[in-house]
Each structure stands twice: as C-alpha cells, then as structure tokens.
C-alpha cells in the first residue's frame, strides 16, 4: 500500500522553525499557512510574570519566621 503524498504546504511547515521575528514559539499554522503561537511580546511579559511572582515566593519565605512550637503549627 502506497503512504498517501503530503501536500506542498504540509512539507513546507515541517520544515519551518519554531520560532521566527514574530513568535518565541510556533504551535502551528492555519490552512492558510499562517503561523499562530506566542509572540515575543507575550512571552516578555509571561517571563515577567514568573519572575515577579517567583520574587513574591521568595521574599515571603525569608520574611517568615519558623515556628518557636509545634503547637504553633496546629
């Protein structure tokens, strides 16, 4: 049995790179051959996000004092 030829746009997208100018990550493309994912911007701004939220993590175990009881922790 023959395996079925792809067509010139499949071979084409799987060739592309993950990323480009416009997107940090490629998920895929529309039948049109437009490329959607997450753009550099977005992924600015989720690193930020990480980074402020993991900062908040951090500054609030430092700051907290260990318990002088276990009765303190029930």
């Known amino acids: ?13 799987e060739e592309l790179p993950y990323s480009d100018e416009h997107f940090a990550y490629i998920a895929g493309y529309t039948e049109g051959g437009f ?15 990480e980074k402020k939220s993991a900062g908040v993590q951090s500054s609030k175990e430092s700051t907290e004092a260990p318990p002088d009881d276990i009765d303190d922790i029930f």
């Not at 997450?38 to 930020?48: D, N, V």
């Open 35 to 49: 490329p959607y994912g997450i753009t550099w911007e977005e992924m600015r701004e989720i690193e930020a996000a």
């Open 1 to 13: 049995m023959k395996r079925p030829r792809k067509g010139l746009l499949a071979k084409q997208q």
